[in-house]
């Protein structure tokens, strides 16, 4: 099992950078691909970016060259810098991991990002 607690959102402006952080609880971390996902309010939540166990990364086209996604095994934690943010990128951003044996998510962080 494992719990996952984001942190890092807030209110920037437009031009401006954030890093979100997932900190998991338990010993799987490792074993699992860690996502990014965001909702917007009136839209259906999207997949930001990906990194995989072996390190390889996907993201949408939306925030690529702009954000960065991260983890780092020894402390059981991924991260998503974020920058040159616009106010499109504004939603509530969860993380998520994903093993062979189940589907973690964490509470979500706000990213406001005002013009």
């Known amino acids: 099992q494992a719990q996952l607690v984001e942190s890092g959102g807030g209110s920037v402006q437009t031009g401006g950078s954030l890093r979100l952080s997932c900190a998991a609880s338990g010993s799987i971390f490792r074993l699992g691909a860690v996502n990014w996902y965001r909702q917007a309010p009136g839209k259906e939540r999207e997949l930001v970016a990906n990194i995989g166990t072996d390190g390889k990364t996907i993201y949408s086209d939306s925030v690529k060259g702009r954000f960065t996604i991260s983890r780092d095994n020894t402390m059981n934690t991924g991260y998503l810098q974020m920058k040159s943010l616009k106010p499109e990128d504004t939603a509530v951003y969860y993380c998520?991991?994903?093993?062979?044996?189940?589907?973690?998510w964490g509470q979500g962080t706000q990213v406001t990002v005002s013009s």
């Open positions: 998520n991991l994903r093993t062979v044996y189940d589907n973690f």
